[in-house]
């Protein structure tokens, strides 16, 4: 595979999620491209020993430089033979979460570039009940409450009782977002239902900071033997 092929294949695949990716490069439409498609496979294979879920994540980058070409020898009539020289490419991919990928196609605001979004806005009186369920879903790693670790940037409920949860994590990467949204089913959907369903948006623009941690939640880390800022 040359430097060129491998490039012109990841431009194809860009913003596709990595399954997509995969499927387009070994079976079309359009030019197919094996050698990218493996290395895809190798990063969806680290990806979900991290804990990633192959189905959210995006192809958002990669690169191609020349790398040692493989040379062999060609055998030739009447015992005579020549060397080849094949140009290989050494290939990189880069994977975002879906949330993160178009979070980054978003441009920040540059008031808000330097502010967490923290939902400042008045609550309306149906979000209230579903903010306060959220103080008993916690950070399995931390132990402390995801309202008041600055995890919860946003609750809505609408005319038909599903609440919108804006969330983030501490990480893109963080491998918890399954964990959360079952201990939030819990929270508000399990007798007696706050809400009759939920989403959660996952959101990684601006990221999260320690400052987001609210003083409660500072003193929480403080008891368990955290230091925080």
């Known amino acids: 595979m040359t430097v060129a092929d491998a490039r012109a294949a990841l431009a194809r695949v860009r913003g596709l999620s990595v399954v997509d990716a995969v499927a387009k490069l070994r079976l079309g439409p359009g030019r197919t491209c094996e050698p990218v498609a493996r290395v895809l496979d190798q990063a969806l294979a680290n990806a979900a020993r991290a804990g990633l879920s192959p189905g959210q994540l995006i192809v958002a980058g990669g690169s191609a430089t020349p790398a040692e070409p493989i040379?062999?020898?060609?055998?030739?009539?009447?015992?005579?033979?020549?060397?080849i020289s094949s140009e290989t490419a050494d290939v990189r991919v880069e994977l975002q979460p879906a949330g993160a990928y178009e979070a980054a196609a978003v441009p920040v605001p540059v008031e808000a570039a330097d502010e967490p979004a923290l939902d400042s806005a008045p609550?309306?009186?149906r979000s209230v009940p579903v903010r306060e369920a959220l103080y008993d879903v916690l950070d399995p790693d931390l132990g402390v409450n995801v309202v008041d670790l600055g995890f919860v940037r946003g609750v809505t409920v609408d005319e038909h009782d599903i609440a919108t949860l804006t969330m983030t994590l501490t990480s893109p990467a963080c491998p918890l977002t399954g964990i959360m949204e079952d201990q939030i089913r819990t929270a508000?959907?399990?007798?007696?239902?706050?809400?009759?369903d939920f989403r959660v948006v996952w959101v990684w623009s601006p990221s999260w900071r320690p400052s987001d941690i609210s003083d409660d939640g500072r003193e929480?880390?403080?008891?368990?033997?955290?230091?925080?800022?």
Request: cysteine-free.
């Open 71 to 83: 040379v062999r020898v060609r055998r030739k009539a009447h015992g005579k033979a020549d060397w």
């Open 123 to 125: 609550a309306d009186a």
């Open 188 to 196: 508000l959907l399990e007798d007696p239902g706050i809400v009759a």
């Open 220 to 229: 929480q880390l403080r008891a368990i033997g955290f230091s925080t800022l």
